[in-house]
């Protein structure tokens, strides 16, 4: 069976570079199921998990949004941040969730409030995943 090559790539380095047989990651759009085969592709990615399945084997990466791409067999999920739950620090994720919650309950200017609302999305994505791997 053929498989898709995986990179999960963010401005610190590559956190994955892998084979696995689908890919499912969650786009502006909605979600995108990728196979071996999938046609080429370019889409912008949410604040969201993607899941990297092999068999029963299923792998899970926080995404702090970015883009996908998909050519031949190939995917490339070039990300703002990523994060592997063994990788998150949940001490350092909720006190982020709760430096954002201030924020956004202050409503000083629109711009804070939209940098607070991204980092409370990646606070609670990054803290899901902990909470799904329990």
Do not use: W, Y
């Amino acid at each position: 069976m053929k498989k898709l090559t995986v990179e999960v790539v963010t401005p610190d380095g590559r956190i994955v570079n892998d084979q696995f047989d689908m890919v499912v990651v969650h786009s502006e759009k909605g979600e995108l199921g990728i196979l071996p085969g999938h046609a080429p592709l370019i889409a912008p990615l949410i604040i969201s998990s993607a899941r990297l399945k092999t068999g029963n084997e299923s792998m899970k990466v926080a995404i702090g949004g970015g883009l996908v791409e998909v050519d031949q067999d190939h995917v490339t999920l070039l990300a703002q941040s990523a994060e592997t739950p063994a990788k998150i620090d949940v001490q350092r994720a909720r006190k982020a969730k709760e430096r954002a919650e201030r924020r956004i309950q202050q409503k000083r200017d629109h711009v804070d409030f939209r940098r607070a609302e991204l980092a409370l999305k990646r606070a609670i994505n990054r803290l899901n995943m902990i909470d799904e791997d329990i």
